[in-house]
């Protein structure tokens, strides 16, 4: 899951200092360890937004 850090903390596991605005890929598990703490919560899960696709009217070659 990508979630995108909303509070600067240093990650226990790997010594990593995660500032505010980043984006990170984690597991579930670890986003519940993360923001399970009693200092709040540090990352918030980024939605998957589908792209908006725009259908394009194709040119047809035309026979002269």
């Given at each position: 899951m990508k979630v995108k850090v909303?509070?600067?903390?240093?990650?226990?596991?790997?010594n990593d200092?995660?500032?505010i605005n980043e984006i990170l890929t984690i597991t579930d598990k670890r986003f519940e360890e993360?923001?399970?703490?009693?200092?709040?919560?540090?990352?918030e899960e980024?939605?998957?937004e589908k792209p908006?696709?725009?259908?394009?009217?194709?040119?047809?070659?035309?026979?002269?």
């Open positions: 909303i509070k600067t903390y240093k990650d226990k596991h790997t200092l995660h500032k993360i923001n399970s703490t009693s200092f709040g919560v540090f990352v980024i939605k998957d908006i696709v725009k259908k394009v009217a194709s040119k047809k070659a035309t026979k002269k």
